[in-house]
């Protein structure tokens, strides 16, 4: 059989704009659920990004006391030579200290101002061979107790708190995005449902003249993934818009840890690709059980 | 061209709707199925174009066993049965010639076919000047010459109707029967279900009648009783 293109091309525009209130009820709530969907998205490639920025950064810092004895020093820094589980270390003196104090707080000249190169502590930064938090952290505890040594400090526990949150936050988010993707695919099937109820004469008279489920199908089922497709569309732009945001937000505060939470276009490729397949599979099989569920009857 | 062997149907919860119903008619025929309402004449229509499926017994429509006959394959075996109805079944916003045309882009004919076929259907059956009327703005008799068309643009091979003058009066009606009489003799076969004793009186065609689901009278030039 010749598939008529312009009679399906016909039949589903005509379809959409019969009943544009429900046609955008279903378009905004699939653009509801997956912009919700692509911020989750986001989120984990984000979380993925700063894991594998401080992956090789979790290290922890050896605070020495001011009036440590230099051969106290000496003995930390032997023993931090001598244990199997540090990859490398490294001594920080107090002018070192000060550079890296005086870039921090490059903004607040009166803090700096208050504060002198010998007023810091000296530290020993300490490169494990595990770079696991858990591994660090018991590590670090064997030299905390050191003579000499007023505290240690890990860096990667801010990280590993921070990546709790956001997973937490991006699986909140998933969890709402499947919800409302199931809800959107529900709204869906009942506006087909609506749109079949619409045309039930038509399709009576196509039935018995001998039209192929196919042929009756396919319209009904292209305007459920246009929906679908649409809303995606609006939801991709809902996250490139929240994209640009956060770059500004980066950019104007210079806040460098959530750097990786700014996607790049290669990064936003295919979150987009996921929106839109999702959007059209939601059309898909919204309209597509509506459809085989009326057909069926 | 239609053969039923030991038909029965039953819808589940009401009583039997055919039971053990055995028929043959022949290309060309011209059949009335008679008997009153909710004797099986319905049922025995929709068993043809397989809008039902037997409970037991076989049909046969064109040498094929259509109880058989895959679903993906119904459609081929509509496209050779028109269909006529008592309430025209037509699509309100569309004109006759849309209404007509719609029954061949369904089934993807292509557009310089239905060009075509869809004016000399509109002559044949007599509405030539009411191409692009809406339904509301027809007469019923008219209506129902726009289901013809509809059902017979096709040239199906058999032409099922379901008390097709039930809403017409009796002049009307005799259009109509005119115009069905017309078809049949182009070799279409018609099986005809009918209230109507004047037009089965007076067309003496060969009679099937049902009572209570039961094939009672099976008669060649026949009349109503």
């Known amino acids: ?297 | 061209m239609i053969k039923l062997e030991n038909v029965t149907k039953e819808y589940p919860g009401s009583s039997v709707a055919l039971r053990n119903a055995s028929a043959d008619i022949d290309k060309g025929e011209f059949v009335f199925l008679v008997g009153p309402s909710g004797s099986g004449k319905s049922t025995f229509l929709r068993l043809l174009n397989k809008q039902e499926d037997p409970d037991e017994g076989r049909i046969f429509v064109a040498g094929k066993d259509i109880s058989k006959l895959s679903s993906w394959k119904v459609p081929m075996l509509r496209r050779n049965i028109g269909c006529v109805f008592q309430d025209f079944k037509l699509l309100p916003n569309r004109t006759v010639a849309e209404n007509i045309s719609f029954a061949l882009e369904v089934i993807g004919r292509p557009r310089h076919v239905i060009k075509n076929q869809v004016p000399a259907i509109c002559d044949l059956v007599g509405l030539g000047d009411k191409v692009d009327k809406y339904p509301e703005q027809l007469s019923g008799g008219e209506q129902q010459r726009v289901s013809i068309a509809r059902a017979f643009v096709n040239r199906p091979l058999i032409l099922l109707a379901d008390e097709p003058t039930g809403n017409l009066d009796p002049q009307t009606a005799i259009g109509i029967m005119r115009l069905l009489d017309r078809i049949n003799k182009t070799g279409t076969t018609v099986v005809m279900a009918t209230h109507d004793r004047g037009i089965v009186d007076t067309m003496r065609r060969r009679v099937i009648e049902l009572s209570d689901a039961v094939i009672v009278r099976d008669q060649a030039r026949g009349v109503y009783e």
């Open chain 1, 1 to 297: 059989m010749a598939l008529r293109v312009d009679y399906i091309f016909k039949e589903t525009g005509n379809n959409l704009v019969r009943n544009p209130s429900l046609t955008i009820a279903t378009v905004l709530t699939v653009a509801v659920s997956l912009s919700l969907l692509g911020a989750a998205l986001v989120i984990q490639r984000g979380v993925d990004g700063l894991n594998t920025r401080f992956k090789d950064d979790v290290e922890f810092i050896v605070w020495i006391k001011p009036d440590a004895a230099s051969e106290q020093i000496e003995a930390v820094d032997r023993a931090l030579a001598d244990s199997p589980q540090v990859r490398d270390h490294r001594f920080v003196n107090t002018e070192e200290t000060f550079t890296e104090f005086q870039d921090f707080w490059k903004d607040s000249p009166e803090v700096l101002a208050a504060v002198a190169p010998d007023q810091l502590p000296t530290s020993f930064r300490v490169v494990p061979v595990i770079p696991d938090l858990a591994v660090v952290q018991a590590l670090g505890a064997e030299f905390e107790g050191l003579p000499g040594v007023r505290a240690v400090d890990y860096a990667g526990e801010y990280i590993k708190r921070l990546n709790d949150f956001t997973r937490v936050a991006s699986n909140i988010m998933l969890g709402a995005a499947l919800a409302s993707a199931a809800a959107s695919a529900l709204l869906m099937y009942n506006s087909i449902r609506t749109a079949l109820f619409a045309r039930r004469r038509e399709i009576e008279v196509m039935r018995l003249v001998g039209a192929t489920n196919w042929f009756i199908r396919i319209p009904f089922m292209l305007e459920g993934m246009i929906q679908g497709v649409v809303g995606a569309g609006v939801s991709t732009l809902a996250v490139f818009g929240l994209n640009r945001v956060i770059r500004n937000l980066l950019n104007t505060t210079d806040f460098r840890l959530f750097e990786s939470f700014a996607l790049d276009s290669t990064e936003l490729f295919p979150v987009a690709m996921t929106l839109l397949a999702a959007g059209a599979l939601i059309g898909f099989v919204g309209s597509g059980v509506a459809v085989t569920r009326y057909l069926d009857a």
